[in-house]
């Protein structure tokens, strides 16, 4: 039988270093060597007076991906987010549009998009090694569901 495993470079977050109107599709990975999207499922639990064991319902999803990543000045997501870090960005100027795209489907690639707003946790490290920053991507809302094409490195996102 052969090995179907999906690998975690075929998993692919994205972060939008341009804007809105002129999205710029910057891959995370340069400097990063773990990364998990952590769905913290909602939940409210309820005993009602006619049963004598709770009842549990899922409302919704707090999702994040936490993101320690080592420094590389001309790297296009690390110069983005070291850029928040500086300024110190709050409200509307920490948000982003991130993309996540299974590339272990069939191409077009199922992708979702998702507006999230970057937590900046740390950055640092001990003296003799390389920077780190971490920080978190906050997804908000819905995601919209579509497809990615990838031509020539150049991603495009297309609404389901």
């Given at each position: 039988m052969a090995d179907t495993r999906i690998k975690r470079s075929q998993v692919a977050a994205f972060l939008n270093t341009g804007t809105s109107a002129a999205p710029v599709w910057?891959?995370?990975g340069k400097g990063v060597t773990g990364q998990?999207?952590?769905y913290n499922p909602q939940v409210t639990t309820e005993t009602y007076i006619n049963e004598d064991n709770a009842t549990t319902?899922?409302?919704s999803y707090q999702v994040n991906i936490a993101t320690p990543q080592t420094a590389y000045a001309g790297d296009p997501v690390f110069d983005f987010v070291d850029g928040l870090r500086q300024s110190r960005a709050v409200g509307d100027a920490a948000e982003v549009e991130v993309l996540l795209v299974y590339l272990y489907t069939a191409s077009?690639?199922?992708a979702e998009l998702n507006d999230a707003v970057i937590q900046i946790d740390d950055f640092g490290g001990d003296g003799g090694t390389p920077v780190v920053i971490n920080y978190t991507l906050n997804l908000n809302g819905d995601p919209e569901i579509g497809?990615?094409?990838i031509t020539d490195g150049a991603v495009a996102f297309t609404k389901a």
């Open positions: 910057s891959r995370i998990t999207i952590t319902s899922l409302t077009p690639y199922k497809a990615v094409t």
